[in-house]
């Protein structure tokens, strides 16, 4: 199948399965900060929360946080210790929280309080690479990027969208090439969605995919007859500088 075809396909019946419900559940913990704030600030604050930690947990510490510190000049002026007790479900939350409070200074010191909207401004800040750009840009300002984090780099290796040894930078790049930009709002939420519903990165359910007939992932898995998961490729990092 050509490259083209598949990335219609996936996009279509993803759209079917998961598109219709954005508004009404949103699937991230992104796309729910940006449901009920429409806030960058706090896009931004919980893309840093969430490196490294799973969205239930960048969840809980952005409503802690938010409950008691939810702009730049309050969290700037907060005690580290504060902030790390507020954010503590979050993974490595002592290092977040004083690089929280950087960003903020930064953001009022060069900006005003405001997040900057363009991706080689947000990633000349503290913390915050490829991945955090593109979702501030993707779910704080409604841009079109291509965030890329793991369940968007296995399900783009998996489906081969993407090079089985890419790191998360090559697969933006070729995502990139390949995608239609008026399709880039949309990957992230769907890619992320379907990787944690069907494509999992431990036990996927390949039972009820309906990209067998092109995936890598269970050409491999048939021919070998393993039932178990199988490697599917590099690591991903964490977006951190």
Same mark, same amino acid.
């Given at each position: 199948?050509?490259?083209? #075809?598949?990335?219609?396909?996936?996009?279509?019946?993803?759209?079917? %399965?998961?598109?219709?419900?954005?508004?009404?559940? &949103?699937?991230?913990?992104?796309?729910?900060?940006?449901?009920?704030?429409?806030?960058?600030?706090?896009?931004?604050?919980?893309?840093?929360?969430?490196?490294?930690?799973?969205?239930?947990?960048?969840?809980?510490?952005?409503?802690?946080? *938010?409950?008691?510190?939810?702009?730049?000049?309050?969290?700037?002026?907060? &005690?580290?210790?504060?902030?790390? #007790?507020?954010?503590?479900?979050?993974?490595? *939350?002592?290092?977040?929280?004083?690089?929280?409070?950087?960003?903020?200074?930064?953001?009022?010191?060069?900006?005003?309080?405001?997040? &900057?909207?363009? *991706?080689?401004?947000?990633?000349?800040? &503290?913390?915050?690479?490829?991945?955090?750009?593109?979702?501030?840009?993707? *779910?704080?300002?409604?841009?079109?990027?291509?965030?890329?984090?793991?369940?968007?780099?296995?399900?783009?290796? %998996?489906?081969?969208?993407?090079?089985?040894?890419?790191?998360?930078?090559?697969?933006?790049?070729?995502?990139?090439?390949?995608?239609?930009?008026?399709?880039?709002?949309?990957?992230?939420?769907?890619?992320?969605?379907?990787?944690?519903?069907?494509?999992?990165?431990?036990?996927?359910?390949?039972?009820?995919?309906?990209?067998?007939?092109?995936?890598?992932?269970?050409?491999?898995?048939?021919?070998?007859?393993?039932?178990?998961?199988?490697?599917?490729?590099?690591?991903?990092?964490?977006?951190? %500088?």
């Amino acid at each position: 199948m050509r490259t083209d #075809e598949k990335v219609r396909r996936i996009f279509a019946d993803l759209g079917t %399965r998961y598109g219709h419900s954005f508004h009404e559940d &949103p699937g991230t913990a992104l796309a729910k900060v940006t449901a009920e704030t429409e806030d960058p600030f706090k896009v931004l604050i919980s893309t840093i929360l969430s490196q490294r930690t799973r969205d239930e947990r960048t969840e809980e510490a952005s409503a802690r946080l *938010y409950a008691k510190y939810d702009t730049p000049h309050a969290i700037a002026r907060a &005690p580290v210790r504060k902030l790390a #007790e507020l954010i503590r479900p979050a993974g490595f *939350y002592r290092q977040k929280a004083q690089k929280i409070r950087e960003v903020s200074r930064i953001l009022l010191e060069r900006y005003g309080g405001r997040v &900057p909207d363009t *991706y080689e401004e947000l990633v000349a800040l &503290p913390q915050v690479g490829p991945k955090t750009a593109n979702c501030v840009l993707v *779910y704080g300002f409604g841009k079109p990027a291509i965030p890329v984090d793991v369940h968007v780099a296995v399900v783009s290796r %998996r489906l081969g969208l993407a090079a089985e040894d890419a790191d998360e930078e090559e697969v933006e790049r070729r995502l990139r090439r390949i995608v239609p930009k008026a399709w880039w709002l949309q990957l992230n939420e769907l890619f992320v969605r379907f990787g944690k519903d069907v494509c999992r990165t431990n036990g996927p359910r390949c039972t009820v995919c309906t990209f067998t007939d092109f995936c890598r992932y269970y050409r491999r898995l048939r021919r070998t007859g393993k039932s178990g998961p199988l490697k599917t490729g590099a690591r991903i990092p964490a977006d951190t %500088r």
